[in-house]
């Protein structure tokens, strides 16, 4: 049974949190990874910047929204009376 709706309308689900780290290389390149932890992000950028070819590493943060409550009713199922 999904979750009811709280008095300030919302779910009770928790926001997901990503911090995609990425590497562009001195030819224009793209590489990367995804991270749960910012420190973890923040080492491997780090760790990349050291290399003579890396030209930049970015962490930034990356919010996945939650998926909206579904209705009892189907999108097909749903009739309009006239």
Do not use: C
Not at 29 to 42: C, I, L
Not at 44 to 59: E, I, S, T
């Amino acid at each position: 049974m999904p979750k009811s709706n709280n008095a300030d309308g919302k779910n009770g689900k928790r926001e997901y949190r990503y911090w995609p780290g990425t590497i562009t290389y001195s030819d224009n390149e793209f590489s990367g990874r995804v991270f749960k932890d910012h420190h973890k992000a923040e080492r491997y950028a780090a760790r990349q910047k050291k290399a003579p070819v890396v030209k930049k590493a970015l962490v930034e943060p990356f919010s996945f929204p939650v998926a909206p409550a579904l209705d009892s009713k189907r999108d097909g199922e749903r009739r309009t009376e006239s």
